[in-house]
């Protein structure tokens, strides 16, 4: 989304300054000298973590560079993507200071729940700190098992609380999903009046729907929290059906290790090659169990024309209507998966075309860039407006 919007709002004319972490993996770009230096905290050693716990709560080198870069630049207003263990709330006063209107966007739920996924480290859905008692965290090792990582999660969750909210700081909030904003505002209900909602898009250009392949697709991370498993499981019933999945993540070998025959690890795929196994797809399969937000997979998904079989849970709901565009079942249930599967197979084909076409209707309803772009720039003239009052 932030590279999307990037090329969205630069193609009608605007100048967009990108400022993130230095990483061998950044495009090109004039204002790399004022991006920040930090390890990739996940995927650092113990004695690095140790040494950049100062930054990982407060980044000093963060908010002197974005001073640097707003003193030369005068941007009329600042979007925030993310900025939690990197560049973290250490930037927001620096906008402050230069008086830059600032709105952010919630792509998870990381200011409300310390490992932003609401799940425990037994991988179940928690809400156990919705009261703002934060210590759940390191308690319950939310942040994939680990206690270090949670403990990190936890005192970060109390410096903002206590010494820097970005409540006090970011002038409108922008959630991608009306699931999400209800569980924000439920935490603190200066989120309603200080917040809306915008679907995510994609550049993706609709098409005709092209000729099925007969394969069910996932693809995304194959982590815990995403149903993979429960999938598989729900598979077993249809040995003569194809599940292809697509994708990286911590489960990937052991998932590999004990699959069925009518199964496929694709391994990773992007671009045009990854639009193509959704395009032939005749349903991508959403099973998971956590609190999805705005997923790009059904929007990528519904928009080249292949419809969606999803978990009821999270903002899952807000995209598939039962029966019209997709199927929806409930989180874990391998019984209800099946059914919605055997539901899905057997729909006649005059059926399956109508759902397919369903599918584009509600993506060039709700995820075009063209829509996304008008209700963005009218967003930041509101806030630009009332920053100036």
């Avoid at 966007?105 to 156990?128: M, S």
């Avoid at 860039?369 to 630009?384: F, Q, R």
């Amino acid at each position: 989304m932030f590279f999307n919007t990037i090329e969205l709002l630069e193609q009608h004319g605007h100048t967009v300054i990108p400022f993130c972490m230095r990483n061998v993996k950044n495009l090109d770009s004039p204002y790399a000298s004022y991006f920040v230096d930090y390890p990739e905290f996940s995927e650092s050693g113990f004695w690095t973590k140790i040494r950049h716990i100062p930054s990982f709560i407060y980044n000093r080198k963060a908010a002197k560079q974005l001073d640097r870069l707003l003193e030369r630049e005068k941007p009329d207003i600042a979007h925030i993507h993310l900025l939690f263990n990197s560049l973290s709330v250490s930037i927001l006063p620096v906008l402050k200071k230069h008086r830059v209107p600032v709105v952010m966007t919630a792509h998870d739920h990381r200011l409300i729940c310390p490992a932003y996924l609401f799940i425990d480290g037994k991988r179940k859905v928690c809400e156990r700190c919705r009261d703002g008692h934060f210590y759940h965290c390191a308690l319950h090792r939310c942040s994939k098992g680990q206690l270090f990582q949670s403990v990190m999660l936890t005192i970060d969750s109390y410096f903002r609380k206590y010494r820097l909210s970005p409540l006090d700081y970011v002038d409108r909030f922008i959630f991608v999903g009306h699931f999400s904003r209800g569980k924000h505002i439920a935490f603190s209900a200066k989120y309603e009046g200080s917040s809306s909602v915008l679907f995510n898009f994609t550049p993706i250009q609709p098409q005709a729907v092209t000729p099925k392949d007969d394969y069910l697709l996932y693809f995304g991370r194959i982590s815990e929290e995403k149903g993979i498993p429960t999938l598989m499981r729900a598979m077993e019933e249809f040995p003569d059906v194809k599940l292809k999945i697509v994708g990286t993540g911590s489960l990937l070998e052991e998932l590999k290790g004990r699959s069925l025959p009518n199964i496929e690890f694709t391994g990773y795929r992007s671009g045009e090659d990854l639009h193509d196994y959704i395009r032939k797809a005749r349903f991508i399969i959403v099973p998971s169990e956590c609190y999805e937000n705005n997923t790009l997979v059904i929007i990528e998904s519904y928009t080249l024309g292949t419809p969606a079989i999803g978990s009821r849970i999270g903002g899952i709901p807000e995209f598939i209507q039962d029966g019209q565009n997709g199927f929806l079942f409930e989180p874990g249930s391998v019984v209800q998966l099946r059914e919605k599967i055997r539901q899905a197979l057997s729909l006649s084909p005059e059926s399956y075309a109508n759902m397919c076409q369903e599918a584009q209707v509600f993506a060039a309803n709700n995820f075009s860039g063209d829509m996304y772009y008008k209700k963005l720039i009218s967003l930041y003239k509101e806030v630009i407006k009332n920053k100036k009052e």
